[in-house]
Nanobody
């Protein structure tokens, strides 16, 4: 079992920045790929980006590439999502999720491939 707790959401103006955190507890953090997803009202949950337990070469959705950066601190069991240049279409509930992958080579983007989820944190970008 892995428990995930997101934090750092809030209300920001267009063009603003925000940093989300995902704190994990439970199983060995180092064996898990961690991902960020978001869900806007009335829409499906979609992939934002993810990072393997190795922490190198995170992968991103095209819509956030060059604006969002994912990192993780395995010693602190925490993953981060740094968001800059925020747009109104970035407004959503942001979720972190984990997937067991001891190889560190997978690049999953489908929500169905992730096993554990946090409760989400709201990000609202005001225009």
């Amino acid at each position: 079992q892995v428990q995930l707790v997101e934090s750092g959401g809030g209300l920001v103006p267009v063009g603003g920045s925000l940093r989300l955190s995902c704190a994990a507890s439970g199983r060995t953090f180092n064996s898990y790929t961690l991902g960020w997803f978001r869900q806007a009202p009335g829409k499906e949950r979609v992939f934002v980006g993810a990072i393997s337990w190795k922490g190198s070469n995170p992968w991103y959705a095209d819509s956030v590439k060059d604006r969002f950066t994912i990192s993780r601190d395995n010693a602190a069991n925490t993953m981060f999502l740094q968001m800059v240049g925020l747009k109104p279409e970035d407004t959503a509930v942001y979720y972190c999720a984990s997937r067991y992958d001891s190889t560190g080579y997978g690049t999953p983007t489908s929500p169905g491939l992730y096993e554990y989820w946090g409760q989400g944190t709201q990000v609202t970008v005001s225009s």
